[in-house]
């Protein structure tokens, strides 16, 4: 009797903590059978394409973040970095015969220039964000808003440009859009090129994560930062390291961004790192740091992305959906703070 009783009290606990630590997804699964239920034709392969294709840059962006995240850091400042790629990849990728050019005496540049210019810009930014952290010792928090400031005045000061002002850099080149923009395949069995992008870089970050020794650091770092410099480990130079991984994902999310979209302003990237944050905590990445996967990441940003689509599909109100982001994101992170405060 007594082993029974025990045996039903396990099997509580074990339900109740099965609730408690995927509390979020079951409540977004929930969400979606809702969606589905008012629109059965959200299940359409050709939305379920465009779901894929519009997470493959956020999947891009979330990879960078989840390992700031890993380290028991946090971005904020990846959607304005993102923006700034975007305006400067746009407008070194305008076509030749585009009456409103920003350089009309530039010549067709090879499109592989100016989105590795855009990397290597974003990743010197991740860089002042990491040396800002590990060095200044300043909190992520504090240090990714400032660069976010500075990132939205750089990019707002050369979209503002003369003679033309304050209008979205368009008339991009159309090898440039195609790079978003195309798919390979026949019927509705196309994929798109984004998507191919996407599977690219997770397997080039899977490997980075698991077989080597960064890797291996950034986990350390994240579980305990002290006992990982006690280790040996030298832990200002991996979160900088880090960093400057998340600026380059960032620049090229930019520019892939522009392309697909095939315009470029001030506001472009808005808001993107809630997105990505919120989708690392719902693919398990844990603010305690030196927890997480890249298939975490993936599953959390497909999530993320299917009740976005959703709730336009079904015409919710844009407003009303920064709402329930908003909810999504202090219900995660309050249940990952809980879930590991009991575990320590």
Request: charged share 10%; net charge positive; proline share 3%.
């Amino acid at each position: 009797m007594k082993s029974q009783v025990k045996e039903s009290l396990n099997n509580k606990t074990s339900m109740k903590e099965f609730f408690t630590n995927n509390a979020i997804q079951l409540v977004l699964v929930a969400l979606l059978v809702v969606i589905i239920f008012i629109e059965p034709q959200f299940l359409s392969i050709n939305n379920l394409r465009n779901i894929l294709a519009q997470s493959s840059i956020r999947v891009i962006i979330a990879l960078g973040v989840g390992g700031i995240i890993v380290t028991q850091g946090t971005d904020l400042s990846a959607g304005r970095i993102i923006g700034l790629a975007a305006v400067i990849s746009a407008s070194l990728l305008q076509a030749t015969d585009y009456a409103y050019r920003m350089y009309p005496d530039l010549q067709r540049l090879p499109i592989v220039i100016p989105i590795l210019l855009t990397m290597g810009l974003c990743g010197l930014m991740g860089v002042m964000n990491g040396w800002a952290v590990a060095k200044l010792k300043t909190p992520p928090f504090i240090a990714t808003m400032g660069t976010m400031l500075i990132a939205y005045g750089l990019t707002s000061l050369y979209f503002d440009r003369p003679p033309y002002g304050a209008q979205p850099i368009a008339g991009l080149d159309p090898v440039f859009t195609k790079l978003a923009q195309g798919n390979i395949g026949t019927g509705n069995f196309r994929v798109p090129y984004l998507i191919i992008y996407a599977v690219m870089i997770s397997i080039v970050m899977w490997f980075v994560w698991n077989k080597t020794k960064l890797g291996k650091n950034m986990f350390a770092i994240g579980g305990n930062p002290e006992a990982a410099e006690v280790s040996g480990v030298n832990v200002a130079r991996n979160i900088i390291i880090i960093y400057l991984i998340a600026g380059a994902l960032y620049g090229l999310a930019g520019s892939l961004e522009a392309a697909r979209v095939g315009s470029a302003t001030n506001n472009t990237g808005f808001m993107y790192e809630m997105d990505a944050i919120a989708a690392c905590v719902v693919g398990g990445v844990s603010f305690a740091g030196g927890v997480g996967s890249i298939g975490g990441i993936i599953t959390g940003v497909l999530i993320f992305q299917v009740i976005n689509y959703g709730l336009a599909f079904i015409g919710v109100s844009t407003y009303l959906q920064f709402i329930v982001k908003g909810i999504i994101i202090i219900a995660a992170v309050a249940l990952d703070t809980r879930k590991y405060t009991k575990k320590s």
